[in-house]
Every structure is written in C-alpha cells, then in structure tokens.
C-alpha cells in the first residue's frame, strides 16, 4: 500500500506469498475468483456471498459502493479485530475482458473507500491476479494501478 491501495500480480505465488504475509499479521484476506465473471451479475453475485451484503442489496455499481461503506464501517464483511482487509482478485483479466467498464469501476470503489478506511486507521487494499502480464488500467482514485514490487519490471513479467 505503499504505491496504491489496489496492486497487480501476475505470478500467483508472489500473491500467495503476499497473502501468507497479510494472514500472519492478523489480516482478514477475502478471495474472489473472478474466471467465472464473464457478467457485472456475476461479480455482484460473488461480491455479496464473500462479503455477506444485506438481502437488499442492488446489485449493481452503486450498491456495491454503498455496501462498500458498511464493510468499512464493519457492519458486514469485515472482522473488526483483523489488522487491515485484503480483498484479492484472482484472474481478473476474464472480467476484464468480458467487463472493461465495470472491471475499472469496481477499482476505483475500492480505492476510494481504501481511502476512506485510512481516515478512521483501518487498511483495506485490493490484491489483484490478471493471468494477462500485460494488462493495464486507468488511475483509480486518482492514482495510478501499478504491479507489485517483484514484478514492477515488464521484464519480470516475461515467460522465461
């Protein structure tokens, strides 16, 4: 979190790695497989069971930073007692690509509320695993997606 709230990974054991980190430090590392995402619905779906939403919940783009809201808050989705929230994206690129609008705007949610934890000392950042190591996206909350510290390099991110 020191670059951004939301970080690439392309080699899934640098993210293992990252989340066995989070895990021993008392974190709560939340797991989302986005290969079955090939729909906004389907995110939604996923999205809620992970983070128990409300029955009520939209459904869409702006429920889901509604809800975001409560998670920060620890009305739902997050464990007060943890050191911080760690939700990880795994291949990411399939929502991506089916997605692009939505795929940058869930993002950007959850920069904005990273952000927003930080104001009241609570950390939560957005791991995110594209099987794409070329894949990019636009700034979210205003600051820049970047790849993790061992592949920050596009060399790093080369089939040997």
Known sequence: ??????????RTSILDRTKEWLRGHGYQVTHLDASGWATEEAMHR??????????????????????????VSYEYGWLPEAAGLALVFTSYDTFATHCPRSAQILLDIMADHSRTASLFGQRLMCLVQSNDPQIRFQPVGAVPVSWNDAEWLDANRRVD
């Open 1 to 10: 979190m020191i670059n951004t709230s939301v970080t690439l990974f392309w």
């Open 46 to 71: 996923d999205m809620a069971a992970a983070l128990c939403f409300p029955d009520y919940y939209g459904r869409n783009l702006d429920a889901l930073n509604d809800c975001m809201r409560d998670v």
